[in-house]
Nanobody, 122 residues
């Protein structure tokens, strides 16, 4: 069973940047699609970015398009989320998760990490 651990969250001012990492252990994620999902206070969980197994294709939620970039390093068994020009509305717990195919639907995601918190201050 693959285990996922997110890191890189923290407190940042609006307009700043953060890079989240997700490290997998107990198995490989090199042959599976991956996604970053977030859950803001009082809201449901949304997929913000997803990437296919090879890293050749990715998709983003409209709310983050152009500001967030998902990437992966299959040799390291890791994925990343570069977050630029952060806004207060980006404040949330961020999770990485595996999926059988690239999808912007949270229902398809299978194995989840425990999350890392991103707080954006004004």
């Amino acid at each position: 069973q693959v285990q996922l651990v997110e890191s890189g969250g923290g407190l940042v001012q609006a307009g700043g940047s953060l890079k989240l990492s997700c490290a997998a252990s107990g198995g490989t994620i090199s042959n599976t699609a991956m996604g970053w999902l977030r859950e803001a206070p009082g809201k449901g969980r949304d997929v913000v970015a997803a990437i296919n197994w090879s890293g050749s294709f990715s998709k983003y939620a409209d709310s983050v398009n152009g500001r967030l970039t998902i990437s992966r390093d299959n040799n390291k068994n890791e994925i990343y989320l570069q977050m630029n020009n952060l806004k207060r509305k980006d404040t949330a717990d961020y999770y990485c998760a595996t999926a059988p195919v690239l999808s912007m639907s949270d229902a398809i995601y299978e194995t989840w990490g425990k999350g890392t918190r991103v707080t954006v201050s004004s």
